[in-house]
C-alpha cells in the first residue's frame, strides 16, 4: 500500500484545512487596520450555479450602499473562480460546480479562501468556503481479477495482499470495510496505514489441497460508509501449486530515503531485499509495487529481479513532500511479503515568486497628494523556507514607492506630486525576488495613466496683436486670427474665446467686431469709416472648458486704414440750385487779373487728399487759367471788347487717390464794367422762365385732374357694392355673416391712388432757343428755379429745395436772370 501527505502549499490555498488556525488568528490580528471581518460557509458539493451560500453584507454588517459604492469584488488569485458576489443583494452565490473530489482530493477539510475587497476607504474581508463531501462516489477496484497462485504447502496465517479500492469520496462517505465471499480456506483481515486508508489481506486458515480444489473463485466486496450505502466488487482467482513452503521475507520492514525535488528521470533511490529459504526456483524472488492505484507507479520504477527503486516522473516539492510505498516481494511458489517504503521530498528554489494584482486604479489624477494607494498586489512563492522568503521594490527611480502593510500584501503609493504636462503616463515596475540561492524574481510593469486637472490657464502667443483693414470693408470681413494654448488635455484645454464687453465711442464693441469662439477669428461687423474712427482697441479673453474655466486675456489693436472714397467737396463758390452766381471782371483788367479762387477740400487723409485744379472747358480758354495747387482763377491776357461778356468755365478738382476721385465746379464770369450792362445781357431768360413756368402749370394740373377722377371712381364703385350687398341681405332674411365680394385687382383708397410712385416733370430748354420739350424724371424733388427782378433793379433770388439724390459730381446749373 502506499499514500500521499499533503504538502504546506495547499496550506497556503486551503487555511483551516491544515491546522494553522492559530496562525491565521496571529496573522488577523495583525492585519485588523485593514481586515474588517472574517466569515466562513459551508456547503455540500455539486451544489447548482447560483445556489446561495451566504448574505455577505449581513454577516459582515455592512450595507447594500457600501457595497455598491466600494465597488465590492472577489479576488481569489486563481484563473477559476468558483463564487459570485451580488453586491446588488449582498449575498454570495455559486458561480461553477465545485466537484470536492476533484478540488480537494483526499484533504479534510475541504476549503477555499478568497478576499473581498472594498475601496473608499480600502477595506479587505476575508471569506472561507468549506466544501462538504456527498456520497456520490461508489468504492472502485482498479483492476476486474485478482489472481494468485499458491501453493499447497501453504501454512496457516499465510497472507496474501490484496488490491485496495478507492473512495474519492471522504469522512463517513469513504471505504468503510471489506468483505470476502464465504470460502473454507481463507479469511479477511482488514487493517489502516499510518493516513487512515484501510487495505485488506487474505489469511489462510486452512491448509489448501490442490486434488480436491486446483482453483477456487472468490469475490472482495468494499463498502463505503455513507447513506445510501455502495459497494464494488473485484474478482479473486486462486490457482493451488505445488509445495513451496517458505515465503520470502524482508531484511527491513521500513525503508527510508531522500529524494531532491525535479531530480531527473533514473536518479536511484534505494534498494528493498527479500530472501527466500526454499532452494532452486522456489528461492527466486521478484519485487513489485503492490498498490497500483495510487498511481505512484508513474512517479517511481523498481527493477523486479534486484529491489533498486529508481525515479519515473517529476518530483515536485510543492505537491507532496513525501510518499509511501509498499512493496511485495513474492517467490516461484507465489509466497509473498511485504514492506514499506518512505521517501521524502527536499526542497529547491524552482519557483518563482507570483505576483497577483488585488486592485488597481488608473488613471490617478495629478493633484493627488503624496501617498495616495494606486495599487494592492499579493505576492507569494510556492516554496518552503528561505527559498519562499519575498522582497519587494519598484525599479528604477520613479515618482512612486511600494509599502509593505501586510504578509504578503503590498500597497503601491505615490511619493511625489504628479503632473500630468510633465509626465503624462509611467510604467512602474514592481520586481519580487525570493531569498533562495540562487535567488528567483517575477517582474510585473503596471502602466498608470494621469489625468488631467484644470491647473493651467490658456497663454497666447503674442502680449498683444496688431492688425490693418481697409476702410469701407465688407461686413463679414476677416480681421486676424489670435490663437492660444493650454497645456491640459481634452475639455479642459478646449478654448473658447469671447469678446470682453467694452465702449468704443460709447457703443458697445460687439456693433464693430466678432469673435469665433472656436477658431479665435475676429471679424468685422459693419463696413469701417476712417474718416469717423482711426483704430479699434479691443481685449479677447481665450477661457477654457475645465470646472473651474481659466482664462487670460490679450489686447488686439485694429488700424484701420484710409481709401480714396469722398471726392473733393467744393467750398466755395457755392453752388446752388436756384440761382446764379457770376463773378465780374472789368474790361480794364491786366494780365494775371486774380477773377476768384476756388476753394476744395477733401476729408480723406494722406495722398488721397492732395487735390490739384485744372480747366477742363470755357467759353474761351485764351483768356483764363487756373492755378494747379491753389485754385486761382487769373486772367492770361488783357480783357478786350470782343470779348463775349458771358464766360462760363468749368473747373476739375480731381485728388490723388487711386483711382482719383473728382469734382466740377461751374464759375461764370461777367465780363462788364457795370451791373447795368450785366442786365441787359441777361434779359432774355427771362421769357424763357415764364414758358418753362407755365408748361409746368399745366402738367401738374392735368395729373391732379386725372388723380381726382380715379379716386371718385374707386369711391362710387365702392358705394355700389356696399348698397348691393345691404339688398340681398335683407331679401334673404338670414342671420348668417355674408362676406363681400371684392373684383380682382381691387385698389385701396388710402390716398395713394393708381399711380404708385410720384413722377416729376422736367421743362427744359436751351439759352438761345425758344423751343422746348419735356422730359420725365427720376422720382425725387424739383429744383425750380425763379428770378424776379425788383423795381429798382436789384436781384433777387429764390432758390427752392435740393435733392438729396443729386449726385455731387453733377454740373451745377445756373437760373435765369429776370
Aim: glycine letters at 6%.
Amino acid at each position: 500500500m502506499a499514500c500521499r501527505i499533503s504538502p504546506h502549499s495547499r496550506c497556503v490555498r486551503w487555511h483551516f484545512g491544515c491546522g494553522q488556525n492559530w496562525k491565521l488568528l496571529f496573522f488577523f490580528l495583525y492585519l485588523i487596520q485593514v481586515v474588517s471581518g472574517q466569515i466562513r460557509y459551508s456547503i455540500p458539493e455539486e451544489m447548482k450555479k447560483g445556489s446561495l451560500i451566504g448574505n455577505v453584507a449581513q454577516d459582515l454588517g455592512l450595507d447594500l450602499k457600501r457595497l455598491r459604492s466600494g465597488r465590492a469584488r472577489i479576488v481569489t488569485g486563481e484563473n477559476l473562480q468558483y463564487t459570485e458576489l451580488k453586491a446588488d443583494k449582498g449575498i454570495l452565490v455559486v458561480k461553477e460546480r465545485i466537484d470536492r473530489e476533484q478540488f480537494c482530493g483526499d484533504e479534510t477539510p475541504c476549503s477555499f479562501s478568497f478576499e473581498v475587497i472594498l475601496e473608499n476607504p480600502m477595506e479587505l474581508h476575508q471569506i472561507t468556503v468549506e466544501i462538504t463531501d456527498i456520497n456520490d462516489h461508489s468504492p472502485t477496484f482498479k483492476r476486474d481479477t485478482i489472481r494468485f497462485e499458491i501453493s499447497e504447502s501453504a501454512n496457516a496465517g499465510a497472507r496474501f495482499s490484496l488490491t485496495s479500492a478507492e473512495d474519492p469520496d471522504v469522512g463517513v462517505n469513504d471505504l468503510r470495510e471489506y468483505f470476502l465471499t464465504e470460502n473454507e480456506n481463507f479469511v479477511l483481515k482488514q487493517t489502516s496505514n499510518a493516513d487512515g486508508k484501510k487495505y485488506a489481506e487474505m489469511v489462510l486458515q486452512k491448509p489448501l489441497d490442490r486434488e480436491t480444489y486446483p482453483n477456487l473463485s472468490l469475490k472482495l466486496i468494499a463498502v463505503d460508509g455513507g447513506t445510501p450505502q455502495r459497494s464494488g466488487t473485484v474478482n479473486i482467482d486462486i490457482t493451488v501449486l505445488d509445495a513451496n513452503d517458505n515465503a520470502p521475507v524482508f531484511n527491513q520492514s521500513v525503508y527510508k530515503a531522500t529524494v531532491m525535488e525535479n531530480a531527473p528521470r533514473d536518479t536511484y533511490v534505494t534498494t528493498v531485499n527479500a530472501s527466500d529459504a526454499d532452494f532452486g526456483s522456489n528461492s527466486i524472488v521478484t519485487y513489485s509495487f503492490s498498490d497500483l492505484n495510487s498511481g505512484l507507479g508513474n512517479l517511481f520504477m523498481i527493477d523486479e529481479k534486484t529491489g533498486v527503486i529508481f525515479i519515473r516522473g517529476a518530483i515536485d516539492y510543492e505537491k507532496y513532500i513525501k510518499y509511501e510505498l509498499r512493496i511485495d516481494a513474492k517467490d516461484q511458489g507465489g509466497l509473498t511479503d511485504s514492506s514499506k517504503v518512505i521517501i521524502e521530498v527536499g526542497d529547491v528554489n524552482d519557483n518563482s515568486p507570483t505576483i497577483s494584482v488585488m486592485s488597481f486604479t488608473s488613471p490617478v489624477s495629478e493633484d493627488s497628494p503624496p501617498g495616495t494607494t494606486i495599487g494592492i498586489i499579493n505576492v507569494k512563492d510556492l516554496d518552503s523556507g528561505e527559498n519562499g522568503k519575498v522582497t519587494c521594490k519598484i525599479e528604477q527611480n520613479t515618482a512612486f514607492k511600494i509599502k509593505s502593510n501586510l504578509r504578503n500584501y503590498y500597497t503601491l503609493v505615490t511619493d511625489t506630486v504628479l503632473d500630468r504636462e510633465s509626465v503624462s503616463e509611467y510604467n512602474i515596475t514592481v520586481v519580487a525576488t525570493d531569498a533562495g540561492r540562487p535567488p528567483l524574481s517575477t517582474r510585473k510593469t503596471f502602466h498608470l495613466k494621469i489625468s488631467d486637472v484644470n491647473d493651467n490657464a490658456p497663454v497666447f502667443s503674442q502680449s498683444v496683436y496688431n492688425a490693418f483693414i481697409a476702410e469701407n470693408n465688407s461686413p463679414g470681413t476677416s480681421v486676424l486670427t489670435v490663437r492660444a494654448k493650454d497645456p491640459d488635455e481634452n475639455q479642459n484645454s478646449r478654448i473658447s474665446y469671447i469678446l470682453e464687453d467694452t465702449k468704443i465711442g460709447g457703443s458697445p464693441v460687439s456693433e464693430y467686431v466678432s469673435i469665433n469662439a472656436e477658431s479665435g477669428m475676429i471679424h468685422a461687423v459693419r463696413s469701417f469709416d476712417y474718416e469717423q474712427i482711426k483704430h479699434l482697441v479691443v481685449v479677447i479673453k481665450a477661457q477654457d472648458g475645465g470646472s473651474p474655466p481659466l482664462s487670460s486675456n490679450v489686447t488686439v489693436k485694429i488700424l484701420i486704414q484710409d481709401q480714396n472714397d469722398n471726392p473733393p467737396q467744393v467750398l466755395y463758390p457755392v453752388q446752388t440750385g436756384g440761382s446764379l452766381v457770376a463773378e465780374m471782371v472789368p474790361r480794364s483788367a491786366d494780365v494775371g487779373y486774380l477773377v476768384t479762387k476756388v476753394v476744395a477740400v477733401d476729408v480723406d487723409s494722406g495722398q488721397n487728399a492732395w487735390l490739384s485744379y485744372k480747366l477742363q472747358k470755357a467759353t474761351d480758354r485764351a483768356l483764363f487759367e487756373v492755378g494747379l495747387q491753389n485754385g486761382e482763377i487769373r486772367t492770361i491776357r488783357q480783357v478786350t471788347d470782343k470779348d463775349a461778356v458771358k464766360q462760363r468755365l468749368t473747373i476739375i478738382v480731381e485728388d490723388n487717390g487711386q483711382p482719383s476721385r473728382s469734382a466740377t465746379v461751374i464759375v461764370n464770369v461777367v465780363v462788364a464794367d457795370s451791373f447795368p450792362e450785366v442786365l441787359s445781357e441777361f434779359t432774355d431768360f427771362i421769357q424763357d422762365k415764364e414758358y418753362n413756368d407755365n408748361l409746368t402749370f399745366y402738367l401738374v394740373l392735368a395729373l391732379a385732374v386725372v388723380s381726382f377722377l380715379f379716386i371718385t371712381c374707386l369711391v362710387v364703385i365702392i358705394s355700389v357694392k356696399i348698397y348691393r350687398w345691404r339688398q340681398s341681405r335683407i331679401m334673404c332674411h338670414s342671420n348668417l355673416p355674408v362676406i363681400p365680394y371684392y373684383p380682382p385687382r381691387y385698389s385701396d383708397t388710402l390716398g395713394t391712388g393708381t399711380l404708385q410712385h410720384v413722377y416729376n416733370y422736367e421743362v427744359c430748354r436751351t439759352t438761345d432757343s425758344r423751343k422746348s420739350d419735356c422730359k420725365f424724371g427720376r422720382a425725387g424733388s424739383q429744383n425750380v428755379l425763379i428770378m424776379d427782378p425788383s423795381s429798382t433793379g436789384t436781384m433777387q433770388r429764390i432758390q427752392s429745395e435740393k435733392s438729396i439724390l443729386d449726385e455731387p459730381d453733377s454740373p451745377l446749373e445756373v437760373s435765369q436772370i429776370m
